[in-house]
């Protein structure tokens, strides 16, 4: 059966996607990109925290795409100073840190209507799959509907069944203790503090992860935890935790109390850095379906972002001067590796006192608001680095 051919072919159009074949369209690639979602950025699965580039440039010393990390004034919700961290006891370390709460949907519209702008061919409300051939592959909703890339690239987040399809080791990954059950409400008509974000510890409600509190202008904020599963006791369900993090955490429930709670949304998401392997033959993957979110801190679409953009330069590149599709791993190694590689031995590291407040209560006390930052910023915290690496 015979489709139309392209050089990349897209699988995903969350930022990891559109960044890569924006780029790739930029060069002059001939791009399709598919996206299962009716419209862009909808419905929202995220907590929209995003860093400033500023910040970004400190965390990442060696990135060098950093002019990608650009957010339209339109997308920007609200502006964050300060990253406040809680401890199961309600021990408070606040550190400068400035982010923005953004529009996820008006975001990703964003960055969508500049793909289109270049000439990527889009498909939306299409759940496409991978067929893989000697030359590439196919993509559509069914083989005989398919079109061919010679290029793929795999952003259809986690799980990706084009990466599983290309043979990464996608669903190998999934072990209890490295995937989160994420669920978030948008609530409203809250007191909350419009440039501060919280992030609280606290094993009885947010079990194996962390509660949020990412203000959204407007009397509003996104409120969430995320879990993992051999830290939560049986017969307990996520819904029954959120519940009690806004009603009977003693320092959330004081900022939420009175709030209405709108927009439910879940998610899974991988939280033990990158797969052992990003790229097989004329694949790549990138974002979420690769690994690609901070597993102390879960964030995600920068480093899509990141990643989406470095794989588009590696498909120019690969028509360009024949580069090997193994490049693209070798350049986010180079660029952000050292800091995915951090962050994995911390939550490595810390999953040893998940599961007991106390001790993980006085943990952090010892470590005090610096170390704190440290290592929620993918950085190994000074003295106590041999003991994490012990413990990891």
Known sequence: MCGKGYDVVVVGGGPGGLSAALYAAQAGLEVKLFEKKKEWGRPVRCGEYFASKEELARLLPRLKCIDIIEVPEEAIDARCKSLRFISPRGHEFEFPFEAYMIDRQEFEHHLGEKCLSYGVEVELNTRARFYPDAEGGWVGLSREEAVHGDIIIAADGYPSMTAEAAGLPQYGYATPHSVANVIEYL??????????????????????????????????????????????????????????????????????????????????????????????????????????????????????????????????????????????EDAWKEQIGVEMQNSRTVRRASDKVMGHRIMLDLMLRLMGTKKIAEMLLCQMPGLWTPLIRLMA
């Open 187 to 328: 609530m409203t008509d809250l007191s909350v503090e419009d440039d501060v974000a919280e992030i609280y510890v606290d094993p009885k409600w947010s079990p194996g992860g962390y509660a949020w509190i990412f203000p959204k202008g407007q009397r509003r904020a996104n409120v969430g935890i995320g879990i993992r599963e051999p830290y939560v006791s049986r017969n307990v369900r996520i819904t029954d935790l959120i519940a009690g993090f806004i009603d009977k955490n003693k320092t959330a429930a004081k900022k939420l109390e009175g709030g209405r709670k709108t927009n439910l949304m879940a998610d899974t998401l991988p939280v033990d850095g990158p797969l052992s392997r990003t790229y097989s033959h004329n694949v790549m993957a990138v974002g979420d379906a690769a690994g690609m979110i901070m597993p102390t801190n879960g964030g995600g679409i920068q480093t899509a972002m990141i990643t989406g953009r470095l794989a588009g330069e590696t498909a120019v590149q690969y028509f360009e001067n024949k580069a090997p599709l193994s490049s693209y």
